[in-house]
Each structure stands twice: as structure tokens, then as C-alpha cells.
């Protein structure tokens, strides 16, 4: 959306819009400008891993994990559980099967998406308002 439509949409002049939007940006709050695509329109399979080790070990198994290029997304938990959001085109993401097979017999369980009952990449307002 043009920053013209939504100054527009919010009653306020494009020029605030943009200055606001430029703060946002040096301040590292947005990080970049991009098309959001959604795996699942595109025919790709969304799978979630859940891979338990010791918390010693998460940060050197998370960052292995994060390199392959099906891996979406890498989160740690208290404790050392990793939490892996990976696409595939099938129910078994190829990339994280040669990655999981050298994590030492760790547990994983994954996780394939059966169906997408909401994807939303927005920040509810009312979490906005109470950081401004």
C-alpha cells in the first residue's frame, strides 16, 4: 500500500505518514519493505519441528538448523526446545531430513500443516498503542 492511501485511510497527511514511517525505520522497528507471499497459496507445504535438546546445546542446534533453506523460522524456548517453521513441497521438509539426522538422536517430532486457518504478519493495534 502507497504511503499516499494510507495517510488516506488514517486521516492524515501522506508527509506525517512518511516521516513516521522513516522513524520507525531508523529505529530498527521496520527492518525492511518486502511482498509477504504465503507458502500454502503457493502450493507449499508448511510444517512445524519441534526438536528438544539440552539447553546447553540449543544455540549450536538452532543455528545449524536456521541454515537450511527451507527453514522459515527458528525459535528457542526455555528449557532447550526449538520451535522450526519450514516449508516443503511435500510432508517432509528434504533440507531439515539431512539436518535432523546429524542432531544426535535429539527428539524431534514434526508437524505438517494440515490446513492454514489464519496467516497474518500484523501486529495487532493495540499491542502498536502501548509502545507508542
Known amino acids: 500500500m502507497s504511503l499516499r492511501k494510507l495517510g488516506s485511510m488514517l ?3 501522506h508527509t506525517t505518514v512518511f516521516s513516521r514511517v522513516n522513524k520507525l525505520v ?4 521496520i527492518k525492511k519493505f518486502s511482498a ?5 497459496e503457493l502450493g507449499f507445504k508448511i510444517n512445524f519441528v ?3 535438546t539440552p539447553v546447553g546445546e ?3 542446534v538452532a543455528a545449524k538448523v ?41 527428539p524431534v517430532t514434526i508437524y505438517p500443516v494440515e490446513e492454514v ?7 495487532n493495534d493495540e499491542f502498536i498503542k502501548k509502545i507508542e
Open 66 to 106: 536456521a541454515e537450511c533453506e527451507d527453514v522459515m523460522k527458528v525459535f528457542k524456548s526455555p528449557g532447550g526446545k526449538i520451535i522450526v517453521k519450514a516449508i516443503s513441497e511435500n510432508d517432509n521438509p528434504d533440507c531439515l531430513s539431512g539436518i535432523l539426522s546429524t542432531l544426535d538422536g535429539y
Open 26 to 29: 531508523d529505529k530498527g522497528i
Open 11 to 13: 486521516n492524515v497527511p
Open 50 to 52: 519441534f526438536i528438544d
Open 58 to 60: 540449543a544455540d549450536g
Open 36 to 40: 509477504v507471499l504465503h507458502p500454502h
Open 117 to 123: 486457518v489464519k496467516y497474518d504478519h500484523r501486529i
